[in-house]
């Protein structure tokens, strides 16, 4: 390996760039395909396409179609779909505890709410998680000696969006005086108040897996920093979907005022079920902005490999079982690095 590396570095045939790519590509994703396990058939698939364009023959007048592989990673943000009190039951039919009277929780639920600290209290919080991708560049101009001062490109990939979440909350609570004690030394009165609260909490939890594709226009320049733009989207199914909710109820009695911590007492009892959901499917739209920095100039080994970062404003299309289709504002952010074959 050694005395083909440094045949690659002095001469920089084309004839030994193939194979030294297909070794760092596989070297690398090794390790990623051993966590992310629906990765292993695409990456196989995406090893032998680049295998067979780097083998065939070009023409005197077009380049290799396939002239780029991307490894992104990144995460994204955004908000939830509103999901009512009948959406809940829908997702979970068989749930005896969501079919219990919840009628006494009026609270609204925003999109980016997802849980309350008390009846009054919401808190927002956006759905969001990390993003793992494998593309391919395609190049759409691949005219030899034109004089362009952009290049186009079709990248085309798999996307995986893990620790997607929904949530709702129902509570209630009183609070009520239910005894007075009066000190026979010097008769000094403590207050014995009893805090009652009931409150069911229903999670929604999967992940994403789709096709991507984006249309970029790369700016052509002699400098190691570029930028580019582009449209993109993407479509596929959720995977290991499941949802659970549990009903608490806490009751508490304390003294105010008083030094009698002997009469503070507590009790809490809880119920939870969990059940399967099936998979549905989700899609979104995004434009995209990015930099593009190649590592070198003259060696043709470093002036092959570009570091990116890439932001991706989106809007998500997002299906929950036994609930119509809702739209959502997220955004997306990318980074990582491309090995450029030509």
Request: proline share 4%; hydrophobic share 35%; net charge neutral.
């Amino acid at each position: 390996m050694s005395g083909c590396y440094r045949c690659f570095i002095v001469r920089g045939t084309i004839q030994q760039r193939p194979a030294l790519y297909s070794f760092i590509l596989i070297r690398t994703m090794t390790s990623l395909l051993t966590a992310v396990r629906p990765y292993t058939l695409v990456f196989s698939l995406l090893v032998a396409m680049v295998a067979n364009a780097q083998g065939q023959p070009t023409s005197t007048d077009r380049a290799p179609l396939i002239t780029t592989v991307y490894f992104p990673v990144g995460f994204f943000a955004g908000g939830t779909p509103l999901m009512t009190t009948p959406d809940w039951r829908n997702l979970m039919p068989t749930s005896e505890l969501l079919q219990r009277d919840l009628s006494w929780d009026t609270d609204g639920q925003s999109t980016f709410s997802t849980y309350k600290n008390d009846p009054e209290d919401w808190k927002n919080m956006a759905n969001g998680g990390p993003i793992l991708e494998v593309s391919l560049g395609l190049d759409m101009g691949r005219k030899k000696g034109a004089e362009a001062r952009f290049d186009k490109e079709l990248r085309v990939g798999v996307s995986f969006l893990a620790n997607g979440s929904l949530g709702r909350t129902w509570e209630r609570s009183a609070t009520g005086r239910y005894d007075t004690l009066t000190s026979s030394l010097n008769g000094q009165q403590s207050y014995i108040d009893t805090t009652w609260l009931e409150q069911y909490e229903a999670e929604y939890r999967f992940t994403r897996i789709g096709l991507n594709a984006s249309y970029i226009v790369r700016k052509r320049t002699a400098s190691k920093l570029t930028w580019y733009v582009g449209l993109g989207g993407m479509v596929g199914t959720t995977m290991n979907a499941s949802a659970s909710v549990q009903h608490f109820v806490n009751t508490t009695a304390s003294r105010s005022p008083g030094n009698y911590p002997e009469l503070d007492s507590s009790y809490e009892a809880d119920e939870y079920e969990e059940v399967h959901v099936v998979s549905t499917a989700w899609g979104a739209a995004y434009a995209l902005a990015g930099l593009d920095l190649r590592l070198g100039n003259k060696s043709p080994f470093w002036s092959s490999i570009h570091l990116f970062n890439e932001l991706r404003p989106t809007l998500m299309f997002s299906k929950v079982p036994g609930s119509a289709m809702a739209t959502t504002g997220a955004f997306q952010n990318v980074f990582g690095f491309r090995l450029d074959l030509r």
